[in-house]
C-alpha cells in the first residue's frame, strides 16, 4: 500500500504512523461518486468503495461532475470570491433556500430563519455558543434593571415611612436598625450575591456521547474525554444528560436552578422575592448523534428536550451538521422525530464535497440582528463557496425532492443488508442504528476474547480501526469506526451508492463477522 514518500516529515508524523499500525496507512489519488482510487506498489490503480464519504460530507459524492461543472463556471465567470462587507446577494439567496425548506420540514414550522456563515460545522456551533450568550445576557440585564427599580422604590416607600423591612433569610439584622438600615443592609446583600451571579458564565446542556466540534467553545459540548477534557477550563462547562431519562433531565435544570435576589415592596412591608436567573444558556443536541454510533433520538426524547428548553427559556440548539442535508432521508433529520430548533447549524455536504461551508440559522423570534456584524470571519460565505451552496441545494430540492428519496431508498437497501448479517451472526454483532445514509454497525464487546490479538485490539479501544484495516486490505472498501464508539463501524456514502456495491458490503461484513465468530484475532493485525 503506499504511504508518504521518504524524507523528513513535519505533519501528521504521529498520525501517520498510528494510521499504518491498524493498516489504514493508504494515500489516495483519485475520487469519484463513492469511489475512492489509490496505486499499489505495482503501480496499477486501485479502486474502493468509500463508506466514510468525509465524515458524512459528500451526499452527492467525491468530485460531482455537475457541482464541478458549475464551480469551474463560477470561476471562468470570475465571480466576486472575497467581497466582505458588501452587498452579497448570494448569502440571501442561501438564506432564502434555507428558510423555505425549515418551513416545509419544522413540525408547526412558523416565522422566519435569519443565517450566519461559517467555515465550519465547529464554527457553526460556536457562532451559537456566542448568540445564546447574547441571549442570555439580554434576559439577564432585563431582570437586573426590573430588581433596581424596586430597590429604589423600596427605598421610596422605606423612607417616606410607607413600609418596613420584613425578617428575611439573607441578612440577620442589629436590633438597633432603623428600617432605612435595614433595608440599605439587605440591598447590599443582595446586591453582592445578585452580582456574583450575573458575572458566572452559562452552563450548557448536551446528550450524553455528543460531537459538537473540536474548538474551544464547541469542544466542551463534545463529551469524549481524550479531545475535552484538557481544555475545560477554557470556556462554560456542559451538563451532559442522558437522551431518554426525562426524570434525570428534570433533575438536572432543578439542580441548576438559581435565584436573584429582588426586594419588594407589597402593602407597607419589603420582602425578599427570588427570581429565577438564566445559568443555562443552550441546549445542543443532534438529531441522530453520529460519534455515539449514529443513534437517532426518539420521538419521547424530543419532545421531553423540548419542553425542558421551554420550562428554562433557553434556545434548543438542534445541530444537523452531520445528519442534515438529506443524509437521513429528510433534509433535517430532525423532522423525523418532530425535534422543533430554536437554531440550527448546517455544514459537511453543504460545501459540495470541494467547499467549505457552513451555517447557523436562528429563529426570527430569538435573533438578535445585532449579531449580523458582531460575528464575522476572512473566508465566510465567500462568493465561490456560497455558489457552491446553491448548486447542492438546487440539486438537493430538484424533482420534488428526488435526493431524499434516493437518500431514504438506499439507506433502507443498505441497511437491510447490515441487519440480514447481525441477524446471521446475533453473538458477533450487537445492532445497526441509524437512518437513511447514517448508518452503524455496533459489534459486541471484544474485550474478554478467547483469542489474545483480538482481546488486546478490544482492550485498546482501537477493534473497530483494525476492522476497518481489514475491509479495506481485504475487501478494498474504506469504513471508520464512530467516534468514542469504538465498537461500532460507520456506513454514510453517497445517494450514488449501487446495489452492487451493498452486495459488496454485505460480502465483507459477513467476513469480518466470520473472522470474530471463529476468534481469528491475526487476521485483523496487518
Ligand atoms: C454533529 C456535529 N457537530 C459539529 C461538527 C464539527 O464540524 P467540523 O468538523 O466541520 O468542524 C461535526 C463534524 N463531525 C466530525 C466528526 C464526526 C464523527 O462522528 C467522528 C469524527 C472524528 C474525527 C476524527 C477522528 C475520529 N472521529 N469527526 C458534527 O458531526
Redesign the pocket.
Known amino acids: 500500500m503506499s504511504s508518504p514518500a521518504g524524507g523528513p516529515v513535519f505533519a501528521d508524523r504521529v498520525l501517520n504512523d498510528w494510521l499504518s499500525s491498524v493498516g489504514l496507512g493508504i494515500e489516495y489519488s483519485r475520487a469519484e461518486a463513492n469511489t475512492l482510487y489509490y496505486v499499489d506498489e505495482d503501480g496499477q490503480e486501485v479502486p474502493v468503495l468509500d463508506h466514510v464519504c468525509g465524515?458524512?460530507?459528500l451526499i452527492f459524492g467525491h468530485n460531482n461532475p455537475d457541482i464541478v461543472a458549475h464551480a469551474k463556471t463560477v470561476l471562468d465567470r470570475q465571480v466576486p470570491v472575497y467581497v466582505q462587507l458588501s452587498h452579497q446577494s448570494h448569502a440571501n439567496d442561501i438564506a432564502a433556500v434555507l428558510h423555505a425548506i425549515l418551513r416545509r420540514e419544522i413540525p408547526g414550522g412558523d416565522g422566519d430563519y435569519a443565517a450566519i456563515f461559517a467555515n465550519?460545522?465547529?464554527?457553526?456551533?460556536e457562532i451559537c455558543v456566542k448568540h445564546a450568550e447574547l441571549e442570555r445576557r439580554a434576559r439577564i440585564a432585563k431582570l437586573t434593571e426590573e430588581i433596581a427599580r424596586n430597590a429604589e422604590e423600596a427605598r421610596g416607600a422605606v423612607g417616606a415611612g410607607r413600609a418596613t423591612v420584613a425578617e428575611n433569610p439573607y441578612v440577620q439584622f442589629d436590633r438597633a436598625s432603623g428600617e432605612s438600615d435595614k433595608l440599605e443592609q439587605l440591598l447590599a446583600e443582595a446586591g453582592r450575591r445578585n452580582a456574583e451571579l450575573t458575572a458566572r458564565g452559562p452552563v450548557h446542556l448536551a446528550l450524553e456521547n455528543?460531537?459538537?466540534?473540536?474548538?474551544v467553545a464547541?469542544v466542551q459540548l463534545?463529551q469524549n474525554p481524550h479531545w475535552r477534557l484538557p481544555f475545560t477550563s477554557l470556556a462554560s462547562s456542559t451538563r451532559f444528560l442522558r437522551a431518554n431519562r426525562p426524570d434525570e433531565m428534570k433533575a438536572a435544570v432543578e439542580e441548576l436552578r438559581t435565584s436573584l435576589l429582588d426586594a419588594l415592596v407589597d402593602d407597607g412591608v419589603v420582602t425578599v422575592v427570588e427570581r429565577d436567573f438564566p445559568l443555562v444558556g443552550a441546549f445542543f443536541v443532534?438529531p441522530v448523534?453520529?460519534?455515539n454510533g449514529m443513534r437517532p433520538l426518539t420521538e419521547a426524547a424530543a419532545r421531553e428536550i423540548r419542553a425542558v428548553c421551554d420550562a428554562v427559556g433557553c434556545p434548543l440548539i438542534v445541530?444537523?451538521?452531520?445528519?442534515g442535508m438529506g443524509r437521513t432521508g429528510a433534509f433535517l433529520a430532525s423532522s423525523h422525530m418532530g425535534l422543533r430548533g430554536d437554531y440550527y447549524?448546517l455544514?459537511?455536504s453543504i460545501g459540495g464535497g470541494i467547499a467549505?461551508n457552513?451555517v447557523a440559522l436562528f429563529h426570527r423570534d430569538r435573533f438578535r440582528p445585532e449579531f449580523e456584524v458582531m460575528h464575522s470571519s476572512t473566508f465566510a460565505k465567500d462568493g465561490f463557496s456560497a455558489s457552491i451552496a446553491l448548486k447542492v441545494l438546487e440539486m438537493l430540492e430538484a424533482d420534488d425532492g428526488r435526493a431524499y428519496r434516493i437518500a431514504a431508498e438506499r439507506g433502507d437497501r443498505l441497511k437491510g443488508a447490515l441487519t440480514a448479517v447481525a441477524a446471521d451472526f446475533p453473538d458477533v454483532v450487537d445492532a445497526v442504528h441509524g437512518i437513511g445514509l447514517m448508518l452503524a454497525v455496533e459489534f459486541k464487546d471484544q474485550t474478554r476474547a478467547s483469542s489474545e490479538p483480538l482481546r488486546e485490539k478490544a482492550a485498546s479501544g482501537m477493534l473497530g480501526y483494525f476492522i476497518a484495516g481489514l475491509i479495506l486490505r481485504e475487501h478494498h472498501i474504506r469504513v471508520?469506526?464512530?467516534?468514542p464508539a469504538g465498537n461500532s463501524v460507520?456506513f454514510e456514502p453517497s445517494i450514488y451508492l449501487t446495489d452492487a456495491d451493498i452486495a459488496r458490503t454485505e460480502n465483507a461484513l459477513r467476513d469480518v463477522c466470520t473472522i470474530l465468530r471463529d476468534q481469528e484475532g491475526d487476521r485483523l493485525t496487518p
Not at 455528543?210 to 474548538?215: E, I, N, Q, R, S
Not at 471508520?480 to 467516534?483: E, N, R
Open positions: 465524515f458524512g460530507s465550519s460545522g465547529a464554527e457553526a456551533v455528543a460531537f459538537h466540534g473540536k474548538l464547541s463534545t443532534e448523534q453520529g460519534a445541530d444537523e451538521i452531520h445528519s447549524t455544514a459537511k467549505k457552513a471508520l469506526p464512530v467516534g460507520r
